[in-house]
């Protein structure tokens, strides 16, 4: 198998590389309007902004910077395909502007501006940043009543183009089972407050690109695109900053675009990209060892499994997941200007379940796969 990663250095504004109806999936997470390590990138896309922030007028700053946005969700609704999801990463803002603080509801904003476009809203994500900082608290300290609720949540807004997606040919349907996600995976990635994910650097280089772009970490695109798309789909990024949904895209063995208006970033998203095969196979692995040890505490635990994987033969909970085939990348090369190539070895091996199968029948026939 074979994925490819294309990045366009562009303005996603305009996204004329890609046809109507093309993308399965979009992963993205914007500039937020009214953080000030943004400002410069809103006023070169508006002028306007320059000015009104200078005169100190926030709700035009966030109206003026909303539009800039306006344009990529309607550019992302022509690209999606029918039944094609938006998982849209955004935090509001809090500032204070001649001498007024007040929160800028970044989540809110986009969400009617994307179902002003056409799309349908599904039930959203609370992902919580929690912090130790001293400073998290604002306002008056311990006196009432000008103390302020601290910021320590971003969004994950979830919406859709049109009715859900259906899985009609035998290949279709084949991929979807395939691309099956564990079903203590779905106890936890399918609840609506994720607490468990930090952000992690790699090293200094990585770092400060990261704060730069102010990437997300790799866990929250890899969950949504294991969650809303299948293998081999193509997963778009408007906003690709240092390529952290590329990389979530060829671990999760789908194909990705990405668009970044800042040449440099686009550079650094390369060889993000490139080096990411050890980080990739780290995150499979993990989660076949995550597996594991699930089902060594259920087990423990005098619980029975009625299923296994065929290719594997670890112990399973849902009937679905019998057909999960996890592909680990094995070399990740550039194919080309701004294009990523990506093969996947089949041998996950070196783990097992430490089972054997309740039921001789189920055990994996010849040519299977036993992590040993
Ligand atoms: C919040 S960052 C995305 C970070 C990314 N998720 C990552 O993990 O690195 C937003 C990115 O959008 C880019 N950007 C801003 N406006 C853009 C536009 N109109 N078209 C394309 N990229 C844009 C910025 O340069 C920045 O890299």
């Known amino acids: 198998m074979i994925t490819t990663h294309r990045i366009y250095h562009g303005d996603a504004t305009q996204m004329a590389a890609i046809g109507d109806g ?3 999936l979009v992963v993205t997470s914007p500039p937020y309007p009214m ?3 943004w400002d410069q990138v809103f006023a070169v896309g508006d002028p306007r902004i320059g000015h009104v922030l200078a005169v100190g007028d926030g709700s035009t700053a966030f109206a003026l910077m909303h539009g800039c946005l306006d344009a ?23 500032r204070t502007m001649q001498g007024d603080f ?6 809110a904003r986009v969400l009617s501006a994307l179902m002003a476009v056409g799309f349908t809203p599904l039930p959203d994500i609370l992902w919580r940043k929690q912090t130790n900082s001293p400073t998290k608290f604002m306002g008056s300290g311990v006196l009432p009543a000008g103390a302020y609720v601290t910021l320590e949540h971003e969004y994950i807004l979830i919406v859709r183009k049109g009715p859900k997606r259906v899985f009609v040919s035998p290949e279709d349907r084949r991929r979807r089972r395939e691309s099956s996600f564990f079903w203590e995976e779905r106890n936890h990635w399918f609840s609506d407050v994720w607490m468990d994910v930090k952000g992690t650097t790699q090293n200094l280089a990585d770092r400060e690109a990261r704060q730069r772009s102010a990437a997300y970490p790799l866990e929250i695109p890899y969950r949504l695109i294991s969650m809303f798309s299948v293998k081999g789909d193509v997963v778009l990024d408007p906003f690709l900053g240092t390529g952290t949904t590329s990389i979530a895209a060829l671990t999760a063995a789908r194909n990705s675009i990405g668009y970044e208006l800042d040449e440099a970033l686009c550079r650094i998203g390369e060889a993000s990209i490139l080096a990411s095969a050890p980080q990739a196979r780290a995150c499979v692995e993990g989660r076949v060892r995550a597996h594991l040890d699930f089902v060594s505490n259920r087990t423990s635990a005098g619980k029975q499994f009625r299923h296994r994987n065929r290719h594997y033969g670890f112990a399973v909970v849902a009937e679905s997941e019998s057909d999960l085939v996890l592909d680990l990348p094995s070399s990740v090369s550039r ?21 054997t199968s309740p039921h001789e029948a189920e055990k994996p026939a010849t040519g299977q796969q036993t992590f040993l």
């Open 35 to 37: 953080i000030a390590m």
């Open 72 to 94: 990529v969700w309607a550019e992302t609704f022509r690209v999606l395909r029918p039944g094609g999801i938006a998982c849209i990463n955004i935090g509001d803002a809090t």
């Open 102 to 107: 007040r929160l800028y509801p970044n989540h």
């Open 335 to 355: 194919a080309g200007p701004g294009l990523i190539e990506v093969s996947y070895a089949e041998d996950l091996g070196g783990v097992s379940d430490g089972q």
């Open 22 to 24: 093309s993308i399965d």
